[in-house]
T-cell receptor
Framework: AQKITQTQPGMFVQEKEAVTLDCTYD???????LFWYKQPSSGEMIFLIY??????QNATEGRYSLNFQKARKSANLVISASQLGDSAMYFC?????????????FGAGTTVTVRA | SAVISQKPSRDICQRGTSLTIQCQVD?????MFWYRQQPGQSLTLIAT?????????ESGFVIDKFPISRPNLTFSTLTVSNMSPEDSSIYLC????????????FGQGTRLTVV
């Protein structure tokens, strides 16, 4: 069964506006972690933000914030004040800690294109 | 954080040949992983590289096709053997620097094209 679902294959956003990327997850673990990565056309994976399942506050890192709704099992990424350099593929990922193997499960990804 | 150097960054290979990809980390890490990203797809875990022992492979991946070495806590190699065009992908090394650490770092990736 799919553990991470990203339903938006592609999104367009105007420069300087905010964009929300959806991510829902499926786990029976009580302890888990949620990650967002950015992959530009060069192919590298850039870590953006992390949210632990026990964290009460939504994670924020600069222009990135994670809207964590545990009951709904969603972990949406919000990028504020979009820049042209934000154009990339974005992946949501989850680490389930029950097995203690530290493996990540990735969603299908969302392509973001920022327009000038 | 960890700085990961992955080599080569890209290669074009003939079918039937093998390519070895190296992953070097600037500090000792707890766990190392190898992922594959086929064109237009998400990342799929190939295996966990275990230091001093055989790697742990995910379903659909076998040691004969993707032999992995990890001789110490900072270095690992992935070999893609007897390549076919279906092996054309980005291969990524990933590390976890400590148990309970919140981040998983990735190398720059190796973009492989098999012709």
């Amino acid at each position: 069964a799919q553990k991470i679902t990203q339903t938006q294959p592609g999104m367009f956003v105007q420069e300087k506006e905010a964009v929300t990327l959806d991510c829902t997850y499926d786990t029976s673990d009580q302890s888990y972690g949620l990650f967002w990565y950015k992959q530009p056309s060069s192919g590298e994976m850039i870590f953006l933000i992390y949210q632990g399942s026990y964290d009460e506050q939504n994670a924020t890192e600069g222009r990135y914030s994670l809207n964590f709704q545990k009951a709904r099992k969603s972990a949406n990424l919000v990028i504020s004040a979009s820049q042209l350099g934000d154009s990339a593929m974005y992946f949501c990922a989850m680490r389930e800690t029950r097995s203690n193997d530290y493996k990540l499960s990735f969603g299908a990804g969302t392509t973001v294109t920022v327009r000038a | 954080s960890a700085v990961i150097s992955q080599k080569p960054s890209r290669d074009i290979c003939q079918r039937g040949t093998s390519l070895t990809i190296q992953c070097q980390v600037d500090s000792q890490v707890t766990m190392m992983f190898w992922y594959r990203q086929q064109p237009g797809q998400s990342l799929t875990l190939i295996a966990t590289a275990n230091q001093g022992s055989e790697a742990t492979y995910e379903s659909g991946f076998v040691i004969d096709k993707f032999p992995i070495s990890r001789p110490n806590l900072t270095f690992s190699t992935l070999t893609v053997s007897n390549m076919s065009p279906e092996d054309s992908s980005i291969y990524l090394c990933s590390v976890v620097t400590g148990l309970g650490n919140t981040e998983a770092f990735f190398g720059q990736g190796t973009r492989l094209t098999v012709v």
